[in-house]
């Protein structure tokens, strides 16, 4: 059984545990380099992109995470998680990190003030049984993405009709918006199909190279 860890500084760290847990993985808090060393892929929940960038600082965890990345490690980001997952960050802190993981541009807080939180549906490429109900809470948006990054939603209608809020780039995905809250655990269980395909590629090679 793949061991999926949730990035566990600040932010929705229960609701992302409880959905994982909904797909019979083991979900773990990760806090330390020790509980990252022993996942196979990490959930990176929504929160504020900048307390949890200092956070991974403080923890001593931004470059134990990059390398991880570096090597394969499949990861799934959501809100200030797609944040730090991307590659270039507008609108960010001057000394805000990001994990480069994904090759796309984002902006903070691009719905605008006046519209802080609020709820659409949105299609997503590859996820099957209808519209998905979207929660966007002081969200960022896709404003660029690299050649390698597949585009899975986008807004449709209203002012930011047509912006990207959903990618996927090999093992990584990143939704702007907040699957963990509404109940439909469909992104998660596509993510942990990912993981679980990851993770039989990573032990064939193994037997391989044996
Ligand atoms: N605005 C937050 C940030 O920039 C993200 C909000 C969220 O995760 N709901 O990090």
Redesign the pocket.
Known sequence: MPVIGVLALQ?DVPEHLAALERQHVKAVPVRRVEELDAVDALVIP?????AISKLLVAFDLLEPIRERLTRGMPALGS??GM?MLASRVLDGRDDQQSLGALDITVR??AFGRQVDSFETDVVLDGIDGGPFRTVF????WVEDTGDDVEVIGRVSGGAADGKIVAVRAGTVMATAF?PEVTGDDRIHSAFVDLVRAATATAAEKQKEDR
């Open positions: 932010g929504g929160g504020e992109s900048t809100c200030a944040i903070r807080n809470i002081r969200a960022p907040h």
